[in-house]
């Protein structure tokens, strides 16, 4: 049985940072593509990044393009995203999905993580 985990969120000033975690198991990690999605309340949920499995590309949404940066540790079978220059308008639930390659569609991740929570408050 698959299970990704996310871990990291929290409250942060703006201007700060956090460093979100996804752990899976149950999987062959290095096989999946890992990508991160937030959604705000009321907000469709967006793309935000993504790790390719094979060929190490990475990818980004301009919304966090500069100030996000994705990496993946396949011994622990993690990726992580650190978050920088966080802005008002990042707060969300945070979530990472995981499938042979990278969607621009979320509908295509067959698998989920139950999602860790962002705020940006001063």
């Known amino acids: 049985q698959v299970h990704l985990v996310e871990s990291g969120g929290g409250l942060v000033q703006p201007g700060g940072s956090l460093r979100l975690s996804c752990a899976a198991s149950g999987l062959t990690f290095n096989y999946y593509s890992i990508g991160w999605f937030r959604q705000a309340p009321g907000k469709e949920r967006e793309g935000l990044s993504c790790?390719?499995?094979?060929?190490?590309?990475?990818y980004y949404a301009d919304s966090v393009k500069g100030r996000f940066t994705i990496s993946r540790d396949n011994d622990k079978s993690t990726v992580y995203l650190q978050m920088n220059n966080l802005k008002p308008q990042d707060p969300a639930v945070y979530y990472c999905a995981a499938d042979v390659a990278c969607w621009g569609d979320s509908k295509k991740y067959d698998y989920w993580g139950q999602g860790t929570q962002v705020t940006v408050s001063s």
């Open positions: 790790s390719h499995s094979f060929n190490g590309s990475t």
